[in-house]
């Protein structure tokens, strides 16, 4: 064979294989395997848990005012009315206000009037947009208003009606209803109460600018040891932050601290406990002011964004500046840190620009089940009168608006939680405080039984 044919035919062969690198290489399409994680590409969640309004906006206490002598506590049926009460065709409101004298006013909301009602009580005000977006309320004018109170009265009444009522506002707007739903509720709740067993509370004027409701008997609760845990930092990390690959850590002393720059996260574990604080670097503007229920709305959607309800949680408060406070709930019963230090952070707390978180700080710890209970007897409204009496200052008598059943949460020896029964009074400072007894050290008395 000639050497030119050789040749021919080597650069033939090469120009071919040439030609079939090129196509393969631009035709390729390479096989990846599934990601097992997203965590470098979006946040993770602290839980799957996504809450709606009328699970952590909803009524604290219940009372059924018989006659004007004749009062009940019937929290046991709270979810269950708070449940009914979104299927109630609500119509238009109209302010009632100034019918009512200050005495007048009293009398009404807690049955001193002797008709027979239900009055729902609220640690806080609701805005009437957010009891709108939970109950099916239509009207035609905006009711640009916040209440504490919904009374349901029994009777007295031609149409079935509700009334939102503002103690600190001292207002009463009446809503009427399509239906009569009322007579249901009534009949299948409060037809007999004391067969329903529910305590028997007596009415306390001393304070003028309030009634105390206050039982009859010494109250039995159940005291309860809880084991917990608390949540991986990293965790934190992946659920608050948009970008986590950009995080870094950094320790102050026992404190763990992020940052990407701009937002900032401390976790301390002085008590044995997490407690976060999460700063956004940002500053309020003070020329918006905002609606309360816009802020509770994005208070609601900022915890479902990232599964904050790693506990049972209702918004138990706001501040003048609408700074939002949740409460952590044990049993339907709010819990407060008791005096122990360091405490163990019970609430979430959150301050808002215009549309962005600025300060967020809440529990980093989740409790389990709870490992023992014990029943425990707590004192009677005579009692709680006496200690009352005998307080000085802001938990004088005098400067109480409201009592309430709670829980006190603090560390035990065994590495779990003891979330002890307590009576709390609300201050007409808008302060919680646990009752005491004056004269006894470290407190009111608590009676275990046998």
Do not use: C
Not at 299 to 306: A, E, I, T, V
Not at 313 to 340: A, C, Q, W
Request: charged fraction near 25%.
């Amino acid at each position: 064979m000639k050497r030119e044919t050789v040749k021919t035919l080597v650069l033939s062969f090469l120009i071919i294989v040439s030609l079939f690198f090129t196509w393969s290489i631009w035709t390729f399409q390479p096989t990846y395997d599934p990601l097992e994680s997203m965590t470098y590409l979006e946040t993770l969640k602290l839980s799957d848990d996504k809450r709606e309004f009328s699970e952590v906006v909803k009524p604290q206490q219940v009372f059924y005012h018989e006659n004007k002598t004749t009062h009940y506590g019937a929290d046991k049926q709270l979810d269950k009315i708070w449940r009914a009460m979104a299927d109630w065709k609500l119509e238009e409101a109209n302010d009632l206000s100034s019918r009512y004298s200050e005495a007048e006013f009293l009398q009404f909301i807690h049955g001193l009037d002797g008709r027979k009602k239900l009055e729902l009580v609220f640690s806080q005000t609701i805005p009437s947009k957010t009891f709108q977006s939970i109950l099916d309320w239509e009207t035609k004018e905006a009711v640009n208003k916040a209440f504490d109170r919904i009374i349901i009265p029994f009777d007295g009444v031609k149409t079935p009606t509700v009334y939102f009522v503002s103690t600190q506002g001292k207002l009463v707007y009446e809503v009427k209803m399509k239906h009569d739903v009322v007579t249901q509720l009534q009949g299948q709740y409060f037809s007999n109460a004391e067969e329903e067993g529910y305590p028997r509370y007596f009415a306390n004027s001393f304070n003028k600018d309030a009634v105390l409701m206050l039982p009859e008997k010494k109250r039995v609760f159940n005291r309860f040891s809880y084991t917990f845990s608390n949540i991986d930092d990293e965790d934190f990390k992946q659920a608050l932050y948009n970008n986590p690959s950009y995080v870094s850590r950094g320790y102050n002393k026992s404190d763990s601290v992020y940052t990407d720059g701009s937002r900032r996260m401390v976790i301390e574990k002085d008590s044995g406990f997490s407690q976060i604080t999460y700063t956004a670097g940002g500053k309020k503007d003070k020329t918006i002011e905002p609606a309360l229920s816009k802020v509770m709305e994005q208070s609601l959607d900022y915890l479902n964004s990232h599964g904050g309800w790693t506990d049972d949680y209702v918004f138990f408060g706001h501040s003048p500046d609408l700074e939002i406070t949740l409460r952590m709930l044990i049993n339907n019963l709010p819990v407060f840190p008791s005096k122990e230090t360091p405490s163990i952070r019970t609430d979430i707390f959150q301050e808002w620009g215009s549309t962005e978180i600025i300060r967020y700080e809440r529990p980093g710890y989740r409790t389990k089940r709870h490992s023992s209970q014990e029943p425990i007897l707590l004192p009677d409204g005579k009692e709680i009168l006496a200690m009352l009496t005998e307080s000085k200052g802001e938990m004088n008598i005098n400067n109480v608006v409201r009592v309430f059943p709670a829980y006190e949460l603090q560390s035990s020896e065994d590495l779990n939680v003891i979330v002890n029964p307590v009576w709390y009074a609300e201050t007409k400072s808008g302060n919680y405080r646990v009752i005491e007894d004056p004269k006894t050290l470290g407190g009111g008395r608590q009676d275990g039984l046998e």
